[in-house]
């Protein structure tokens, strides 16, 4: 796909760089909300390539590290039923519980299965009708759509051995929620592309005018990235906040409105819990009524033990933007990627992994 | 895990699709993008198309990012 190459074209890279160099005036503080947006900028080198001026921060946009501890402990209560068979994201695996792990569950014995499409986990449940089949459905509204069609496809084929644990969790309200509590400063918003793709570029519109705020929707090519930071720096100096898309390619202002009916004949909004920002309001969905056979907190008795973050891990200040992951005294000493102390070092989109994996140092924070 | 794929629709049969990526083919869910053709990039996450991908807005966007570019 060579149009698709050229959004890593090193000398246009260079020029947008420059570009904003020539815009940028003033200090401004940006958030990238996707977790997937932090790796590219960090495997990328964009912090290095904008003007110093212009601070990224990580959001709360890895749907792994931002999974309660509690909801956590629930997955794993789930793994160790005899008559459960897990299926996951692999990433969600190695994430410290208050007491264990999925893969250390699953090494005890526990039926932990990891798979990289929904369709898998309906797969498994048909292949073994005397077991129950929980997925545990961590994401956001890029994956929510994918797991209500699962629960429509397993209606549709009679089968009654498939569950899914929805912990789900909505961008738009855990945005305002971040910029209610007033802890972190920000002049512009990296929107998440994926997410957009979903739900469109209007939902962040109260961003802009009910908070000042620029947003501008990002793919995840080095082009896309900067060209996003440019549109945001313009957005800034001229004084005049709004919403815009630097990923028409993928996203359209209304979304995909087939993958919004599904989610929403599934799934009803619900609070949702954070790692980090505690219960959000309106931030997550569970499932509706009619699909109540489907729902894994309805259908199993999951233990609840005492819940307990991880010792000494920042993860969630990091989620909320104060603090990055330099600040931790952990990092990259008691916390590797090999033994990750907490989800931001365990995920494969986690803000700690990112800047690990491509060496940040201090001077850059 | 958010990380969609961008991958090409080689043959459609009715909900599914085959679809290719640097030579390998995999059959995906077309449920949530029923508007999808032969020949049409998607992105691809866990095993659906969440999004039909345009290649003219792709083009589009590079002309205009060359234009900013060279605007200087
Ligand atoms: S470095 Fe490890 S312990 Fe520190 S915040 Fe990140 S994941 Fe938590």
Same mark, same amino acid.
């Given at each position: 796909?060579?149009?698709?190459?050229?959004?890593?074209?090193?000398?246009?890279?260079?020029?947008?760089?420059?570009?904003?160099?020539?815009?940028?005036?003033?200090?401004?503080?940006?958030?990238?909300?996707?977790?997937?947006?932090?790796?590219?900028?960090?495997?990328?080198?964009?912090?290095?390539?904008?003007?110093?001026?212009?601070?990224?921060?990580?959001?709360?946009?890895?749907?792994?590290?931002?999974?309660?501890?509690?909801?956590?402990?629930?997955?794993?209560?789930?793994?160790?039923?005899?008559?459960?068979?897990?299926?996951?994201?692999?990433?969600?695996?190695?994430?410290?519980?208050?007491?264990?792990?999925?893969?250390?569950?699953?090494?005890?014995?526990?039926?932990?299965?990891?798979?990289?499409?929904?369709?898998?986990?309906?797969?498994?449940?048909?292949?073994?009708?005397? !077991?129950? $089949?929980?997925?545990? =459905? +961590?994401?956001?509204?890029?994956?929510?759509? &994918? %797991?209500?069609? @699962?629960?429509?496809?397993?209606?549709?084929?009679?089968?009654?051995?498939?569950?899914?644990?929805?912990?789900?969790?909505?961008?738009?309200?855990?945005?305002?929620?971040?910029?209610?509590? !007033?802890? $972190?400063?920000?002049? =512009? +918003?990296?929107?998440?592309?994926?997410?957009? &793709? %979903?739900?469109? @570029?209007?939902?962040?519109?109260?961003?802009?005018?009910?908070?000042?705020?620029?947003?501008?929707?990002?793919?995840?090519?080095?082009?896309?990235?900067?060209?996003?930071?440019?549109?945001?720096?313009?957005?800034?100096?001229? =004084?005049?906040?709004?919403?815009?898309?630097?990923?028409?390619?993928?996203?359209?202002?209304?979304?995909?409105?087939?993958?919004?009916?599904?989610?929403?004949?599934?799934?009803?909004?619900?609070?949702?819990?954070?790692?980090?920002?505690?219960?959000?309001?309106?931030?997550?969905?569970?499932?509706?009524?009619?699909?109540?056979?489907?729902?894994?907190?309805?259908?199993?008795?999951?233990?609840?033990?005492?819940?307990?973050?991880?010792?000494?891990?920042?993860?969630?200040?990091?989620?909320?933007?104060?603090?990055?992951?330099?600040?931790?005294?952990?990092?990259?000493?008691?916390?590797?990627?090999?033994?990750?102390?907490?989800?931001?070092?365990?995920?494969?989109?986690?803000?700690?992994?990112?800047?690990?994996?491509?060496?940040?140092?201090?001077?850059?924070? | 895990?958010?990380?969609?794929?961008?991958?090409?629709?080689?043959?459609?049969?009715?909900?599914?699709?085959?679809?290719?990526?640097?030579?390998?083919?995999?059959?995906?869910?077309?449920?949530?993008?029923?508007?999808?053709?032969?020949?049409?990039?998607?992105?691809?996450?866990?095993?659906?198309?969440?999004?039909?991908?345009?290649?003219?807005?792709?083009?589009?966007?590079?002309?205009?990012?060359?234009?900013?570019?060279?605007?200087?």
């Amino acid at each position: 796909m060579n149009f698709l190459d050229q959004y890593r074209n090193p000398e246009m890279v260079r020029r947008l760089a420059d570009r904003i160099h020539q815009r940028s005036t003033r200090p401004v503080r940006l958030m990238e909300f996707c977790g997937g947006h932090t790796v590219a900028i960090m495997k990328n080198g964009i912090r290095q390539l904008v003007p110093p001026q212009v601070q990224l921060l990580s959001g709360p946009g890895c749907p792994v590290c931002v999974t309660a501890t509690a909801d956590l402990n629930k997955a794993i209560g789930l793994a160790r039923l005899p008559e459960v068979i897990v299926v996951t994201f692999g990433d969600l695996l190695k994430v410290p519980g208050s007491d264990t792990s999925l893969e250390k569950v699953r090494a005890e014995g526990g039926d932990v299965r990891v798979v990289y499409s929904v369709q898998d986990a309906l797969g498994i449940a048909q292949k073994d009708p005397e !077991k129950s $089949v929980v997925f545990i =459905g +961590i994401g956001f509204e890029t994956t929510a759509p &994918t %797991i209500a069609a @699962s629960i429509l496809e397993a209606e549709r084929r009679g089968m009654s051995n498939y569950y899914v644990l929805s912990l789900h969790k909505l961008c738009p309200p855990v945005m305002k929620a971040l910029l209610d509590s !007033k802890e $972190v400063r920000l002049d =512009g +918003i990296i929107c998440p592309g994926h997410v957009s &793709t %979903i739900i469109g @570029s209007r939902p962040y519109e109260f961003i802009s005018r009910d908070y000042g705020i620029a947003c501008v929707v990002s793919g995840f090519e080095p082009l896309d990235i900067l060209q996003c930071i440019e549109m945001l720096v313009k957005q800034i100096e001229s =004084g005049q906040p709004k919403v815009e898309n630097a990923y028409p390619r993928a996203v359209r202002p209304e979304g995909n409105k087939e993958a919004l009916k599904i989610m929403e004949s599934v799934f009803e909004v619900s609070n949702a819990n954070w790692r980090g920002l505690g219960e959000v309001a309106d931030s997550g969905l569970r499932l509706k009524d009619e699909y109540r056979a489907f729902d894994a907190e309805e259908a199993f008795e999951i233990s609840q033990r005492s819940v307990s973050d991880p010792e000494g891990c920042i993860c969630g200040e990091i989620l909320r933007g104060i603090k990055t992951p330099l600040d931790c005294k952990l990092f990259g000493k008691g916390c590797l990627p090999d033994h990750p102390v907490g989800p931001c070092m365990v995920s494969s989109e986690g803000s700690c992994a990112a800047y690990f994996q491509y060496g940040a140092t201090s001077h850059e924070r | 895990m958010c990380l969609a794929v961008p991958t090409l629709v080689k043959k459609i049969d009715g909900q599914e699709a085959e679809v290719e990526t640097g030579g390998v083919t995999r059959r995906i869910s077309i449920v949530i993008t029923p508007e999808v053709k032969v020949g049409d990039y998607v992105l691809v996450h866990t095993g659906y198309a969440i999004t039909v991908m345009s290649g003219d807005e792709a083009r589009e966007s590079l002309r205009q990012l060359t234009e900013l570019a060279e605007f200087m």
